[in-house]
C-alpha cells in the first residue's frame, strides 16, 4: 500500500470565492505513484469547503447568491448566537455545510476517475486570511 | 490490497427521480473479493447524486417537494446566471450540492456494512440523458 | 493493510442534538495501529449525521435554528407524504441530508490530521431512541 500526503494554503481575497484546484489535486495524484485507489481532499477550515461541480463563473454567482439567500451573513449576535464569541462568521460555518467538507475522488489508471464536468473547488465562505486544504492518497 | 472499478449507467425519464442501486452496488462488492475495505460510489455528473436515505415513496416525494422550494427549476437567465450559457439546468447543480455527489460505505465481512434502513439512491435533478455512477471496491 | 471497524451507541435525550465524538474516533484510530490511512465515520440511521464543524455551543443553537427553518418538525401528512406512514419524522430525513451522512479523516502519524478548530459530531435530528455510528479504519 502506498500513501501521499500534502497541504495546500489558499488565501482568497473575496468573502465568499471558489479557485479549480484540480490541477494541484491531479498533480499531487501523479507524484504519489498511486494507479489504483482513493484521493481524499478536504478543508481543514471549518468556514470553507471543497466540492465538486462545473467550472462556470455563471453558476459559481448563482451559487454565491443561494448560499446568501439560504443562510444570509449578519455579524450581528441577534441573528446569530455564534456571534456573541466576538465572530462574525456564523453564516459560512452554515454556508460551508451545504457545500460540504470534502470529496473522495477515485484513482483509475494513475489519474482522477472523472465524468466529462467533474472539477474540484475550494469554496471560500469567510475570506482574507490563509486556510489550507488536506489532500491524502491512499492505494497501490 | 485488492481493488475493483464499476461504471453503472441510469437513463431516468423524469427530470427529478431516485433510483435505489443498493442491489448493485452489493453484487459488485461480492464480486470484488474484498471482505475488509472501503466503497466509493459517486455521480460521475455534476446534476446527479449518490445518496443514502430511505427507501419510501412519500419520503422520495418530500424531497421533490423540499428541493424544489430550496432551488427551484427556472430555465430563464434571469433568475440563475448558468442559464446565460444557453443552458436550463441551474436548479440541478444546486440541488445537487443539497443531496450531495458520493457515499463511502464500510465493508466487513464482505458485506455492505449497513444500519437497519440504510439504501443507496441515485437521485437525477436534470433528466433525459444517460448518465454515470463510479462505484470503486478497495480493500483486501 | 490493516483495519478495524467499531460501533458506537448514542442516545440523545432531545429530538435535535449534538455530540462531540472526537476523543472516541482519536482513540479507535490509535487502537487500530494504523499510522497512515482513511478513517470513515457514518450515521448508520438516516435521521442522524456525522459531520465536521466548531465546538462552540452558540454555533450549535444556530445550527438548529437554521435546520429547523429549512425543514421545520411538522408530524402531519399534509405537509410531508412520508408521515402518512405513521411516522413523524420525516424532517429529520431532510435536516440529515444538509448536515451529512458521513466524514472521511486523514490520519497522519498515527492521529487525526485536523485543521486548529475541527471536531466530529454526532448529529441527532428525531431523537429519543438509541442509533449507532459505524466507525471503519483503514491503511497501514
Redesign the interface.
Given at each position: 500500500?502506498k500513501?501521499k500526503?500534502e497541504y495546500l494554503t489558499f488565501n482568497l481575497p473575496a468573502r465568499m470565492a471558489f479557485e479549480n484546484i484540480t490541477p494541484k489535486i491531479a498533480a499531487i495524484v501523479r507524484e504519489s505513484g498511486v494507479t489504483?485507489?482513493?484521493v481524499?481532499c478536504?478543508?481543514?477550515?471549518?468556514t470553507a469547503s471543497v466540492?465538486?461541480?462545473?467550472d462556470?463563473?455563471?453558476?459559481h454567482?448563482?451559487?454565491q447568491k443561494?448560499l446568501e439567500r439560504?443562510?444570509p451573513f449578519d455579524a450581528s449576535p441577534q441573528r446569530?448566537?455564534?456571534?456573541?464569541?466576538g465572530e462574525d462568521n456564523?453564516d459560512a460555518?452554515?454556508k460551508?455545510?451545504?457545500?460540504?467538507?470534502?470529496?473522495?475522488?477515485?484513482i483509475?489508471n494513475g489519474e482522477l476517475?472523472?465524468?466529462?464536468?467533474?472539477q474540484i473547488f475550494y469554496g471560500e465562505f469567510d475570506g482574507r486570511r490563509a486556510?489550507?486544504v488536506?489532500v491524502?492518497v491512499?492505494?497501490?
Open positions: 500500500m500513501t500526503t489504483e485507489g482513493l481524499l478536504n478543508a481543514m477550515h471549518i466540492f465538486i461541480n462545473d462556470e463563473s455563471g453558476l454567482e448563482d451559487y443561494w439560504l443562510a446569530y448566537a455564534h456571534n456573541r464569541t456564523a460555518h452554515l460551508r455545510q451545504v457545500m460540504g467538507r470534502e470529496v473522495v475522488v477515485a483509475t476517475d472523472f465524468g466529462p464536468w467533474e486556510k489550507r488536506l491524502k491512499i492505494g497501490e
